[in-house]
């Protein structure tokens, strides 16, 4: 019997170019992009710094460069570095609906590396990045967000199953050495959540890199024979089993090649999580349409998912990945700081007395009429000193595939978050990745 591993690796291995649909391609190549620029920034953050050492001191001597800086390393170390660097401050894309994957950091942060060593070309960069995107996605969604429910941070379990496609792709796996990739991958996704709940949080950062370095740790072990179960996923022991409580194996291997994952790409525009986007840009809303500032109001009510209350309502961070993570931190921020500037986003913006005080009287309560299939929607209510009560009840956020950022607000994006670091060759990184499919040698790009 086939197995759903042996499956993925079949259509990883023989997807062509010329058989990806255009729109797709595009998707890719905006992934990479955001990437880029989400490393480049996350270089210049302390915790980074720390990570970029390691690497530095271990790595030294390969042709994989680490995103906002001059060093090269060898690929596994690369892999690392720049999988904690686009996850380093909230600012890397996901898909909507949610599947437990980070395309970005899952994908670009191995596959550059590998594609570097190699001297892959652009367009087999690309197919890569889709065929990475596409399996992962499914694996992801495979879970229905349950493992993160049982306390595993999911983009650090599924991305190292789409680092180990990207990376074996490049380094051209056969069907079978794709599918002992994977089941090698199965036993190096990590990552929990506890971060969220007592501290620490410099650790999530870590989760993306280490997911990224296992995909080219499984890929280049079995690219020189050695093995891992083909029933990696549905088996007994297999992730559907332990990393999932209420998964649906159907969903592994569902439209492959007919339905395209990748074109759920969502782009963050502001630097905190997910769940808080729509919150946030209904509270720029609120402050747009009736002229108030954060001084004006006396307290605010979110009313979102049941994620939102149960692992996002968080009224004291105590340090900056957990008020990235808090959804009444990141609402009372906006009303005091430009939350499209990721510096808003600060230690002294943590303590900062007015922005504490109003994050303590946020309430977050579960809405009672969802939005089907989008539990990203969330209504905002704010009561002002003035007694009047302001509603804005969204959808969706700017970035999401329902509203997509189209080229030129990729391009401020990538300039806001990349200037202090690039300066003026901000714009030729970013047309050189625009036009990455034209690309002979990926060595080239950076």
């Known amino acids: 019997m086939t197995t759903a591993a042996q499956t993925l690796a079949e259509f990883a291995t023989e997807l062509q170019y010329d058989r990806i649909p255009g729109d797709v391609i595009e998707r890719a190549k905006a992934c990479v992009i955001d990437t880029v620029g989400a490393c480049t920034y996350g270089s210049t953050l302390p915790w980074s710094k720390i990570v970029i050492g390691y690497a530095e001191q271990y790595g030294r001597g390969g042709q994989s460069t680490i995103l906002g800086t001059a060093q090269k390393v060898h690929a596994p170390l690369a892999a690392l570095a720049n999988g904690a660097l686009a996850h380093a401050f909230e600012m890397d894309c996901l898909v909507q609906p949610s599947a437990g994957v980070h395309p970005g950091a899952s994908l670009t942060a191995p596959g550059l590396a590998i594609a570097q060593e190699v ?23 495979a879970s229905k967000q349950s493992t993160e429910h049982i306390g595993f941070h999911a983009p650090g379990v599924t991305g190292a199953f789409g680092g180990a496609v990207i990376a074996g792709r490049l380094l051209k796996l056969s069907k079978d050495e794709m599918t002992m990739a994977l089941g090698i991958a199965g036993s190096l996704g990590c990552g929990l959540l506890e971060f969220s709940k007592s501290g620490g949080g410099m650790v999530k950062r870590l989760h993306l890199g280490r997911a990224a370095e296992s995909g080219v740790l499984a890929a280049t072990l079995a690219k020189n024979g050695f093995s891992g179960p083909a029933t990696v996923l549905e088996g007994k022991f297999g992730y559907m089993h332990v990393f999932c409580h209420e998964g649906d194996p159907a969903r592994l291997t569902a439209g492959l090649g007919e339905s395209w994952k990748l074109l759920t790409l969502a782009l963050k525009r502001y630097a905190c999580h997910v ?8 509270a720029l809303e609120l402050q747009e349409k009736h002229k108030i500032q954060g001084d004006d109001v006396a307290a605010i009510t979110i009313e979102g998912s049941e994620k939102m209350f149960s692992h996002h309502n968080i009224l004291e961070p105590q340090d900056m990945t957990m008020a990235q993570y808090s959804a009444p931190f990141n609402v009372a921020l906006s009303f005091y700081r430009n939350p499209r500037e990721p510096d808003s986003f600060s230690e002294a913006a943590r303590n900062d007395p007015k922005i504490r005080a109003l994050c303590r009287n946020v309430k977050v309560v579960v809405r009672k009429d969802p939005v089907k299939n989008n539990p990203l929607a969330s209504r905002v209510t704010v009561k002002l000193k003035d007694g009047r009560e302001l509603t804005c009840d969204l959808p969706h956020f700017p970035g999401m595939p329902q509203q997509p950022l189209n080229h030129a607000q990729l391009h401020e994006k990538f300039t806001t978050i990349t200037k202090g670091v690039l300066g003026a060759r901000a714009e030729k990184v970013f047309s050189d990745f625009s036009a990455i499919e034209k690309v002979a040698n990926m060595r080239e790009v950076i």
């Open 119 to 141: 001297g892959a070309s652009g367009r087999d960069f690309i197919t890569a990045v889709v065929a990475g995107g596409e399996v992962m996605h499914r694996i992801g969604d």
């Open 275 to 282: 769940t808080s986007h729509v919150p946030v840009t209904a």
